[in-house]
């Protein structure tokens, strides 16, 4: 049983940070990745970058079996889009953005070439959902977020709320 870890949430520049790939499979990093997918869950989100958590590696968790069904956790590390198409509109949130969804469009279909948390080279053909969530995740790694691709009209209307948000905060 590990504790949950802090998630880090926009403007913090944490965020921001590119991933370094995984070099080191040691029980350290096991129990990191334990600790990920238990913060995962109890948030409750789909995916986890290791960035948002404040570790600027190149893993990530996630698990977009419907609520119905029981937990399959996916653990994939230096993960690489080999091959993208079609594309697909998505309505989008995430664990570091607080209280903001909106719709981003990403290619509907990739291909993934990645390592498991044994060390396994594995590729992964994702379609529609698991797409998204792989693409949303994939750009945490490279210090991107998903209001890094909605119009900078919408950005600023979501920043100037979450000003107000954070200034009662304090
Ligand atoms: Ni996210």
Redo the contacts with the bound molecule.
């Keep these: 049983m590990s504790d949950t870890l802090k998630i880090y949430r926009f403007p913090d520049p944490v965020l921001r940070i590119k991933a370094a790939p995984v070099e080191n499979i040691d029980g350290e990093l096991q129990q990191f990745i334990d600790g990920m997918t238990e913060t995962m869950y109890k948030a409750p989100?789909i995916?986890?970058?290791a960035i948002?958590v404040g570790k600027p590696i190149s893993l990530v968790v996630y698990d977009i079996s419907p609520p119905e069904e029981s937990h399959k956790i996916n653990v994939i590390m230096n993960p690489e889009i080999v091959s993208r198409e079609g594309s697909i509109t998505y309505e989008?949130?995430?664990?570091?953005?607080f209280d903001y969804s909106a719709e981003v469009k990403r290619s509907n279909k990739i291909l993934v070439k990645a390592i498991d948390r044994e060390g396994k080279p594995i590729e992964i053909e994702a379609e529609g959902l698991h797409a998204v969530c792989l693409q949303?995740?994939i750009?945490?790694l490279n210090g991107v977020?998903?209001i890094d691709h909605i119009s900078s009209l919408k950005r600023s209307l979501y920043k100037s709320r979450l000003k107000k948000i954070l200034s009662k905060e304090q």
Excluded: I, M
């Design positions: 989100g995916g986890l970058a948002q989008e949130a995430c664990l570091s953005v949303h995740e750009d945490h977020l998903f």
